[in-house]
């Protein structure tokens, strides 16, 4: 089915739920499953998924454990910590059943050939992929945003999950029609990735019915981007680009760890 957007567009929404996704990631994973057999093992490990889930919306992220995950489960607690080292493991499987969702949500807006359709479907469809955990966000954002945390976007934990996204983004720059500047589509992924980042923490935070507000957001974003593209083959402005590139390089670069100063002060 599809939701529209505030601006009488349309927007992507799929149906299915995190927990189907990650049975299909499981099974295809699980060697009992790849060799034709049972695949209890991708199964107990969906059931495991499907409670930590269960457990954040409920619970919050602070509040769930491992213990209380494995007992929802109806498996034992060595059982779970079989399958998912810690409860950090399972974020990071959170993200990657949340970015499958996305792509298939988004997958309807990807068959449009002007950009600012194909991101704006793409990001209410993963506005629509993330809103059955909209209540937990809060308490989850707390430990995602600190930067040594496992569940940091940035973290080398959620590497893979991070490129998915970027992916996706990829693909909606690399299908419009026209209008983007060789020099800007290198880094035009990463940069939708992060604005989207920025949409999402306004999500966390948007208590309108239906977070109608984030969806305004989307609207106004993809139209201010897709007007802004063009400005890019304007010779004076071209120098920019060169700028945005070489911020992203920089912003690549592992971050120097703080040291604190020893010995007797400078006197």
């Not at 299908?175 to 983007?180: D, L, T, Y």
Request: proline fraction near 4%; charge should be neutral.
């Amino acid at each position: 089915m599809t939701v529209r957007g505030t601006d009488g567009h349309d927007a992507v929404s799929g149906s299915g739920t995190v927990g189907s996704a990650a049975a299909g990631r499981c099974a295809a994973d699980d060697p009992v499953t790849a060799q034709g057999g049972t695949g209890g093992g991708g199964a107990t490990r969906a059931l495991i998924l499907d409670a930590a889930l269960a457990s954040f919306r409920e619970r919050g992220y602070d509040r769930t454990t491992m213990r209380g995950i494995a007992q929802s489960a109806h498996v034992s607690l060595g059982n779970a910590y079989y399958y998912f080292d810690s409860k950090e493991v399972l974020v990071q499987e959170f993200y990657a059943t949340i970015q499958d969702g996305h792509r298939r949500r988004a997958a309807e807006a990807l068959q449009h050939s002007v950009f600012a359709d194909r991101l704006r479907g793409v990001l209410h469809a993963g506005i629509d992929e993330m809103a059955p955990y909209h209540a937990f966000a809060g308490s989850f954002l707390k430990t995602a945003i600190l930067p040594s945390s496992p569940a940091s976007p940035f973290s080398g934990e959620s590497t893979a999950a991070r490129e998915a996204a970027i992916g996706l983004f990829r693909e909606v720059v690399e299908g419009s029609a026209g209008g983007i500047s060789e020099a800007l589509a290198r880094d035009l992924p990463e940069l939708l990735w992060l604005a989207y980042l920025g949409i999402t923490l306004f999500w966390v935070g948007d208590r309108s019915p239906d977070q109608i507000r984030t969806r305004r957001l989307v609207d106004t974003t993809s139209r201010l981007i897709s007007r802004l593209l063009p400005l890019s083959r304007i010779p004076g402005l071209r120098s920019v680009t060169a700028d945005i590139h070489a911020l992203l390089v920089e912003m690549r670069q592992p971050m120097p760890q703080a040291t604190q100063a020893r010995g007797s002060r400078t006197r």
